[in-house]
């Protein structure tokens, strides 16, 4: 076969010639179309379903109004404001202001002694304040005496050692720091039981956690023989023994040798705290500040302190970090049923205490005010454990695990005498 001969004007390479576009054979489907055509479907069924999920929605608001304005008209929101009040109760006790431990050095036997003379009735005899539990109680005894106020220290106006910022005492303050003052010092309660504000999944989810982290190799330290045979570990941050806040010992496990199984346990530690502060405490947290809206000043004021102390600390481990409300959590296994003060709590600050768990039993005592606090699962204890000699009664059937969360005094002091409180010494 002869081959085609290039002229001298013929440019055209081989390179350049194009191939016919391949098409399909007769009875072959064509794949590129098939494709092209299931988007557009895809595309025309999404459309579809956003236009019906805008139209289901708008008529969700709409009917959502028309509930709304039906339950206004059959009184629905007054009942259940109603079953609030009905669930609420104030406890006004006719009992002096118990200071009777305030201003004393750390004497566990001395407690002891005094309330074996003082108030005789057994922890276990004392009248329960309710036999409701699903009851929120607010519990306080007579106002303290001016008298009072000054022995406490920090805490009434009176008692407040009140300077000008060259140090020097003036008389009065203006009206809006005076104000100020009155809200950070002492609660207006002696206690307070939030009932079944905290859903039991989540305390069963809780003890799953704690029980993951012992089994990890947790190690406890020695039991405290002035309140229970049972130890419990310390977890969070505290400036006792030293002038500035810590992480505590319990929190690092140094006592765990081996590198491997202290990380795991650190890492278990420290999601077991994490589920704690996200799922369970800010619950409670914005049930408080409900309560007692003032209080937050001082909360933010003890977070920031210790945030500019230890800000590499909670870099490394934030889930030490609980916001303010408390720094410490404190987690052990039964009821500490011996009588106790809790010296190293401060005054100004609730002691928060919840259990998880199914059991009987473990009953708050307070000889003081003569009173015991039923406690079960789901409820949460605002109590000032400084103040008031407390124990709890000993756990019947099942199992009790006991989270009380607080503030030391060490850190509360510190910030008293800072620079956020220009005003006081």
């Known amino acids: 076969m002869a081959r085609k001969r290039k002229t001298p004007h013929d440019t055209t390479s081989e390179a350049d010639v194009q191939e016919p576009e391949k098409r399909p054979k007769t009875g072959e489907p064509d794949k590129e179309a098939e494709a092209t055509q299931k988007h557009i479907a895809s595309i025309d069924q999404t459309s579809r379903k956003q236009k019906k999920k805008n139209s289901r929605r708008s008529r969700g608001a709409e009917a959502a109004v028309r509930r709304l304005e039906k339950y206004a008209h059959e009184g629905v929101y007054a009942n259940a404001r109603k079953k609030i009040k009905e669930l609420t109760a104030e ?101 307070i039981r939030l009932a079944h504000i905290i859903p039991i999944p989540l305390l069963d989810e809780l003890l799953h956690r704690w029980d993951h982290l012992v089994s990890m190799g947790l190690k406890f330290p020695k039991p405290d023989p002035n309140r229970s045979r049972t130890a419990a570990v310390h977890l969070g941050v505290w400036g006792l023994f030293g002038s500035v806040p810590r992480i505590t010992a319990d929190s690092l496990q140094k006592g765990i040798k081996s590198l491997a199984k202290r990380g795991a346990v650190l890492r278990s530690m420290d999601k077991m705290l994490r589920f704690l502060m996200n799922r369970i405490v800010d619950k409670v947290e914005n049930a408080l500040n409900e309560i007692i809206p003032d209080h937050a000043r001082l909360q933010d004021r003890l977070r920031a302190h210790a945030e500019r102390l230890l800000r590499k600390e909670f870099a490394r481990r934030p889930s030490l970090n609980f916001g303010g409300l408390f720094f410490t959590v404190a987690i052990k296994e039964g009821a500490s049923e011996r009588i106790h003060i809790d010296w190293n709590d401060c005054l100004q600050k609730y002691a928060l205490i919840f259990c998880a768990g199914e059991y009987t039993g473990g009953d708050f005592c307070i000889p003081q005010l003569n009173i015991r606090i039923p406690l079960g699962p789901g409820s949460v204890l605002a109590v000032r454990t400084r103040l008031l000699a ?10 009790r695990v006991v989270f009380t969360c607080f503030t030391d005094n060490t850190s509360l002091e510190a910030i008293l005498k800072g620079r956020d409180y220009a005003y006081i010494a």
């Open 390 to 399: 407390h124990c709890a009664t000993l756990v019947g059937n099942g199992r």
């Open 91 to 191: 406890k006004i006790l006719p009992v002096p202001f118990p200071d009777d431990f305030v201003g004393w050095t750390k004497s566990g036997k001395k407690v002891t002694k005094t309330v074996a003379e003082k108030w005789p009735t057994p922890p276990n005899q004392l009248p329960v304040i309710t036999d409701n539990d699903r009851l929120t109680l607010f519990i306080k005894a007579d106002d303290p005496t001016p008298e009072q106020l000054h022995k406490m220290g920090p805490g009434g106006v009176g008692a407040w050692l009140i300077r000008d910022s060259k140090g020097n005492s003036v008389d009065s303050l203006p009206c809006e720091e005076l104000r100020q003052l009155e809200a950070d010092g002492l609660p207006p309660w002696l206690a």
